[in-house]
């Protein structure tokens, strides 16, 4: 949790934003800044002298679907975007998760601000890119007050230094973004998700590589634990209504047992499932992570942490290339250092998703980079921040 | 176009500087006799040219390391350097600088099939990474018109886009992984070698692409593989008006395509490649779109459909699918020859790449035609209209006192009536020296100091391929100390070159 030692600032201007910050600068003060505060659970905690609420930043400046970009405050809730994009048969295809069952908050009030900001993209991630891929351009207030845009709203834009990437996935401590201009794409018409038992990680490892070696456009390839607790493979292939048809004839051929198949609404709400995480069911004391790694090196890399009581449940998405799992808080200071450890060993990279705020303190949410590149990070941060008023340690562990 | 004032000093250790440099990377891989240094004065841009301190060819990433420590601590300039495709002037030597030029380190170090990703050098040309995985149906989808000659470490420079990227993006959207030395010798290594490498890192591998050269050396790049698509066919659509073409692109996307390539070439092109391809458009063909459409064949069969529907509704006079790959091989080839065959219509021609929103195309291609008139040039149009990327090609005759000046002139309102309608200078062809001095029309003081503040980060000497990009040195040693209030001038003194 953020704490602060007065109250919340909800400003609903660029301009009033500039100029809290420009006060907060002149008085030496710190900055908390959040959307709606939904996911105040992910990243560091901060400590902060005061916290910045940017969710009444809310107005869609345009959108132009023929022109596939959408213009918004970053207070814009993600549900009223999609919304707003489903109408013109349109939607945001890094399928922005908001994890708010993790955190025990209200995912309707999650912003487009906070999905840009955590930079986390869905499981169509393996297809379509991440949430970075689409942001054309941001408008934003850096640490001195002073508001600056940076990219466009073209679909191909390379004048000047792409700012608009750097700031994504910078958890809001290199700017207060005030605007975001999203490309997006029209919707698939049809979709369906075939569903068959699961085999050993490695059978499954290698039926996604199998499958991602088709040019089938699958959008949608992991192994998690179905509603009867039995672990199942799911693929999702999205298209044209023949298209799909055509996908699924294919995809069939390659399975080791008929299928079961989820259409359209199924296939929709299953994928939210993944999304949103919701079959690691995490209790209470549990802690959960995200690791990112080589898809190649998931079978053997799960199972020994499995057998070093790293992981307690777990599911696989991105055709390999990320599993989710829980942690046990028996030891938890002992096993997040073993777990991390263990996928540094291969290259991997542990996002601690969620932990009680002195172990995220301690151990840091995100994994530590190499001492040039951290370097290099503080540089830059201060490139926009250079009194690092802008939620203090949130990507960072304090020394 | 004005340049950094060289520095004679610098100039006068030229010697003494080809020995240590000559130390690092062997005897025959510095080039310091100006017969030899002559090839690399310009890129290509013709109409630039400065002659590099000393040419450098190193053969690894610890001797770029050597290279770069040596040059800071001297405070020696370094350019980066590909193969020298660029369109913008960004591999323009300094007359006091060396050229670091990236030839040698041209290995694909690995291929990893199942994790779908290559580790390859900067020096490797583009097409060369999507021939070293042919075999396995795989192929590195971004693809540059330079893609034969112009090298992945230049692409991730630029940022380079190409015919299919409204479809599947461009450089930045296929790199996992970068390794990078910073101007002091430090090297980084940014993201990794599968998807999602750099999570939970600040974007700086985002910041380097398309910083065309200006953060760090680029010496390894690991870059995203996709399978080869089943199939591609190609939609060919003439039309009456140029407007009529324009609604036409905006009537696909709005249907719900984006295609793999949607193409735009108006009259004058068709007229000169029509010569070169041995066939005749109709004469009431105002403008031609070429759509390309992939996937699976019952996919593309399915979009062809809707395509040529739409194409009919929106006033085609025609449309023409091709059905063989030669088919789509040769409908492709009047786009590919536009260039080269409207180089036969004049002595000289001038190209940028201003990108505007679609919806904006007829407006934008209407002032075009008011410039013309204006500056007695004649133009043509070849662009991708699927991301309003446009192309305008200004004919003119060096010889001619005058004409290149003109010629820079249209090009020039040509960019600035691009960011007026909402777009920006560059979509493709990157900054350079080209487009520096139009930055203060895109960006803010305070837009350009936010930039400039990035690279005083990297590269605080501001040794890295100065010149280029922005209008204004960093003056990064001020910053931080100097702030002038939101709306002020910053530095309304400050000398520009």
Known sequence: MTQTETTCLRPSSTQDVADIIMDAAAAGQTLAITGNGTRQGFGNPVTASRTLELGGLDQVAFYEPEDLVIRAGVGLTLDELEHMLAQKSQYLPFEPPRYTGLYGTDGRRSTLGGAVATALSGPRRILCGAVRDFVLGVEGVNGQGDVFKAGGRTMKNVTGYDLSKLVTGACGTLAALTSITLKVLPAPRAELTLVVPAGTLEDDRALFEKIRALPLGVSGLARRVAADECCEVVIRVEGTIPGVAGNRQVLEGLLPTPPRVAEQEESRAL???IRELSCLAPRADELVWRVNLPATAMP????????????????????GGVVFSTMRGVQPEVDALRYRKMAEKIGARAMLLRAPDPIRSQFGAFPPVAAGVAALERRTRAAFDPAGIFNPGRMTVQA | MQMPEPSQAIMNQRDALAVALRQIVGQEWVISDEAERRPYQCDGITAYMAMPLLVVLPGSAAEVQQILRLCHEKGVKVVPRGSGTSLSGGALPLEDGILLVTSRLCNVLEVDAANRVARVQPGVPNIKISEAVQHLGLCYMPDPSSQLISTIGGNVAENAGGVHCLKYGVTANHILGLEAVLMTGEILHLGGAYLGAAEGELDLMGVLTGSEGLLAMVTEIAVRLEPVPEVARVISMSFPSVEEACACVGAIVGAGIIPAGLEFMDRKVLDAVSVLIRETFDSSTAALLLCELDGTAVEVDALVDVVSDVARAQGAIETKVSTTEEERQRIWSSRKLAFSAIGKLCPDYYCTDGTIPRNKLPEVLNKMADMSVKYGLDYANCFHAGDGNLHPIIMYDAAKPGDLEKAEAFGADVLIACVDAGGVLSGEHGVGVEKRDL????????????????KCAFDPAELLNP???????CRCAEFGRMHVRNGAVRFPDIPRF
């Open chain 2, 467 to 473: 010149g280029k990009v922005f209008p204004t040195a």
């Open chain 1, 271 to 273: 994928w939210q499932d």
């Open chain 1, 300 to 319: 053997v890399f799960v199972d020994e942490a499995r057998r070093a009581g790293c992981i307690s449940r777990f599911f696989v998405d991105w055709a």
């Open chain 2, 439 to 454: 930055m203060t029309h895109q960006f803010t003081e305070i837009d350009l100091n936010q930039q400039q503040m990035v």
